[in-house]
């Protein structure tokens, strides 16, 4: 299994500018969750997803942000506009749910993104 | 909703020595609580995790021990070695359950010397 894949690894862009973070799950992993890693404020959970419905969004900043999972292989997360402080490292997390023994996440590499 | 706080921020220790961080949690419903050790540059992984019908666990040099009634829990690293030098993270979780996110706690980062 290739695990969770995300695209792209890194990300400059300029404030402004419209970014889309992408996440392949674990094949029959059926939650999907997003997170924000910064120094500041650790790993803060952004949205997550059971079978394709988002379940938990109250982690989303504001309405610059969007989460989506059209199908059980895909997810994005979408920043418009994205300002300087989104700069961050945005990590997609999968796992089986509900009544498997391991609960445990497992991670995508994460996207590093830099908004300037 | 959960809390989840983790000390200490950071540890230094000789090869060899062991290394203990702690964490408490709020919630006295969640019943999982996965650690999760994250190298410079890398993702988080999971190393080891307990339930709450047990009270401690065991990996090799890795422990965890969970105390419900004191809501707290700590990671124990016996022997340690350079290459455990990394950011530790504690989570807790009500699992399962539609509500079953994890809450992290801040991280403490680990240093060995050698």
């Known amino acids: 299994d290739a695990g969770v894949i995300q695209s792209p690894r890194h990300e400059v862009t300029e404030m402004g500018q419209e970014v889309t973070l992408r996440c392949k799950p674990i094949?029959?992993?059926?939650?999907l969750f997003w997170y924000r890693q910064t120094m500041m404020r650790g790993l803060e959970l952004l949205i997550y997803f059971n079978n394709n419905v988002p379940i938990d969004d109250s982690g989303m900043p504001e309405d610059r942000f969007s989460a989506k999972m059209p199908n059980a292989s895909f997810s994005t997360l979408k920043i418009q506009p994205s300002e300087p402080r989104d700069s961050a490292v945005y990590f997609c997390?999968?796992?089986?749910?509900?009544?498997?023994?391991?609960?445990?996440?497992?991670f995508g590499s994460g996207t590093r993104l830099t908004v300037v | 909703g959960e809390n989840v706080e983790q000390h200490p921020s950071t540890l230094s220790v000789q090869e060899g020595d062991s290394a203990v961080i702690k964490c408490t949690y709020s919630?006295?419903?969640?019943?999982?609580f996965p650690w999760y050790k994250q190298e410079l540059g890398k993702r988080p992984q999971l190393i080891i995790d307990?339930?709450?019908?047990?009270g401690e666990k065991k990996d090799q040099r890795i422990a965890v021990t969970l105390n419900k009634t004191a809501k707290h829990f700590s990671l124990h690293i016996t022997e340690t070695q350079p290459e455990d030098s990394a950011v530790y993270f504690c989570a807790a979780s009500k699992s399962p359950g539609t509500a079953s996110k994890l809450t992290f706690g801040t991280g403490t980062r680990l240093q060995v010397m050698l």
């Open positions: 307990i339930r709450s019908n047990v």
């Open positions: 919630d006295s419903a969640s019943n999982y």
């Open positions: 094949s029959g992993h059926n939650s």
């Open positions: 997390a999968s796992r089986l749910y509900p009544g498997h023994q391991d609960y445990g996440y497992t």
